[in-house]
């Protein structure tokens, strides 16, 4: 155990923030409160010197394995316990023991997409009901050891929600900037519950985001978004969650759905260094999962294959946003996401693909995936519906190991639920109305029944449904 947190302390007192430009190599301290390059721009990530820990995987693997049985709060915590990974190790965490997520096996999943079997990595069982708090501890730790006044995030409801539960544990001022009547009561009823200011903006998530980071140049803000480096570093410990809960075993693919593209560039940071440190000898496949009327990424994929194949074509250096994204799966309804140079780095390393599915597509896998008895938001269900197609193309065999990340839980939006169930379901007609209203067909619907109050009639209704 004194090994492993040495090398901690090692890693720790020589982490940088630099930017991930090569031709730029900017480099700041970790107290240096910044959320792009001050030279070209680009987006930061923290550099770490993993070498000091190299060669002690076993010692690590123990440690990890015996601090899940410790009392201390950052032993309890799913992010903390992996500190050797962390860029700090403060005196005191600011924890809502976040991580220690289930890692699910899902029969019926893996029959809806045509192979042998399939397991559900489900972070919205993290205390606020997403992947967010997993990043949130890291970043909110590091605004306290910063002393900052308010935290501040643009979000289409999760992020808020984690966002605002970890200020109120660190009592600080939190401002959530959401975009108006986009997204689910249930989110921003957590926000509200928390404490937060809530300030609805007349417009998208992309304006949210333009008006923080202009924010950010205030010396008394700290800005949450998956553009902070710190949010990324916690996130990057599913990683190592999820293969510790794999005995090690590294799957051939894991599926992640893409809004701000935060969560793909983490688990591509966490599972590189894993390799790095010898805990493991490669890393799996990675695929980043959007909407198709949200997909400036899957877009963006594309033209980089189309210009590697043309000689003499370099490949895009911008990506093109989608101005009006557009679909029900609020969480990842993103036109610009800030992490996509990251995210696309992972993708690429790992030999993955970003690929778009469906609003029916999303809206089935998501009630398959309710039969399997685990709940998740519209956006997770992205990651089946993935698996299904990519099987189909051939892209995935059926004796693979296959893992799919679920971001957040059921209770994100239960009307989209009901509505599904119901046969209610519509993605409105876009702004300027070229794309038209669309209802969602349900394959899968459980819709209510009404009957009489007697047993007669309920031992025949109960009888039908076997039929």
Request: hydrophobic content about 40%; glycine content about 8%; proline content about 6%.
């Amino acid at each position: 155990m004194e090994k492993t947190v040495s090398a901690s302390q090692k890693i720790g007192a020589q982490a940088r923030q630099r930017c991930i430009n090569q031709s730029c190599g900017g480099a700041y301290e970790l107290t240096d409160r910044l959320y792009v390059c001050s030279r070209c721009g680009g987006p930061l990530e923290i550099e770490a010197p993993l070498g000091a820990a190299r060669g002690d995987a076993a010692a690590l693997r123990e440690a990890w394995r015996l601090r899940g049985a410790s009392p201390d709060p950052k032993d309890r915590s799913g992010v903390w316990r992996y500190r050797e990974f962390l860029p700090f190790d403060p005196a005191v965490a600011v924890t809502l023991f976040e991580g220690n997520t289930p890692l699910y096996d899902a029969p019926r999943c893996a029959e809806y997409c045509g192979i042998d079997a399939l397991r559900l990595k489900h972070q919205g069982c993290n205390p606020t009901g997403s992947f967010k708090d997993t990043g949130m501890t890291v970043a909110v730790t590091h605004a306290a050891m910063l002393g900052v006044q308010t935290t501040i995030c643009a979000s289409t409801g999760n992020t808020a929600a984690s966002l605002a539960a970890y200020s109120a544990r660190a009592r600080f001022a939190c401002a959530i900037l959401v975009p108006y009547g986009q997204i689910s009561s249930a989110k921003l009823a957590q926000s509200m519950d928390y404490g937060a200011s809530i300030l609805e903006v007349e417009g998208n998530f992309d304006d949210c985001m333009r008006l923080v980071q202009e924010l950010g140049d205030d010396p008394s803000i700290y800005v949450a978004n998956s553009i902070n480096p710190f949010r990324i570093e916690g996130q990057k410990t599913v990683a190592i969650e999820l293969t510790e809960q794999c005995a090690w075993r590294v799957p051939d693919h894991v599926m992640v759905p893409g809004g701000n593209l935060g969560n793909s560039s983490a688990l591509g940071k966490g599972f590189g260094e894993l390799r790095e440190l010898g805990l493991i000898d490669r890393i799996p496949k990675l695929y980043v999962i959007q909407a198709e009327g949200s997909a400036p990424f899957v877009r963006m994929f594309a033209d980089l294959k189309a210009a590697a194949a043309r000689p003499g074509r370099r490949p895009p250096e911008t990506m093109v946003t989608e101005r009006h994204p557009r679909t029900l799966a609020t969480a990842i309804k993103i036109g610009a996401p800030v992490s996509w140079k990251k995210s696309l780095r992972a993708v690429l390393e790992s030999g993955g693909k970003v690929i778009a599915v469906t609003e029916q597509e999303i809206a089935d896998a998501k009630a398959v995936i309710g039969r399997e008895g685990i709940g998740c938001e519209p956006a997770s269900a992205t990651t089946v519906a993935g698996i299904r197609r990519l099987v189909a193309e051939n892209e995935i065999r059926r004796d693979e190991n296959v893992i799919a990340v679920l971001t957040g839980h059921l209770l994100k939006d239960p009307e989209y639920v009901s509505n599904y169930h119901r046969g209610t379901l519509t993605l409105p007609a876009d702004h300027d109305g070229i794309r038209k209203e669309e209802r969602i067909e349900g394959a899968f619907q459980n819709r209510p029944e009404r009957v009489s109050a007697s047993k007669p009639a309920i031992l025949k209704r109960l009888e039908s449904r076997k039929a």
